[in-house]
């Protein structure tokens, strides 16, 4: 079992940056496909950045080029750089990871943090 803790969330202006950290346990986290998700109130949950086991990274159009996910395995850590923030951005913003075992996918959350761009 995968557990998953995210931090970093808060309140910034509009044009500002955060920084959030996912700390991953439970597994080997080079073996974790990496990702982020957010959702904003009232809407479905939505995919923000991917990170793959050797590093490569995907993003929906919506925060290609604001946005940079990495991960630290040696410190069992993934994190999205949040740069010139939108107030669009607000939602909360999810930890995903996803462990391929005996050929089938299984996915794990964290709890959730929320961001907030406001003025």
């Known amino acids: 079992q995968v557990q998953l803790v995210e931090s970093g969330g808060g309140l910034v202006q509009p044009g500002g940056s955060l920084r959030l950290s996912c700390a991953a346990s439970g597994s080997i986290f080079s073996l974790l496909v990496m990702g982020w998700y957010r959702q904003a109130p009232g809407k479905e949950r939505e995919w923000v950045a991917t990170?793959?086991?050797?590093?490569?990274?995907d993003y929906p159009d919506s925060v290609k080029g604001r946005f940079t996910i990495s991960r630290d395995n040696a410190k069992n850590m993934a994190n999205l750089q949040m740069n010139s923030l939108k107030p669009e951005d607000t939602a909360v913003y999810y930890c995903?990871?996803?462990?391929?075992?005996?050929?089938?996918?299984?996915?794990?959350w964290g709890q959730g943090t929320q961001v907030t761009v406001s003025s």
């Open positions: 995903n990871a996803r462990q391929l075992v005996g050929g089938r996918w299984n996915a794990y």
């Open positions: 990170i793959s086991l050797s590093g490569n990274t």
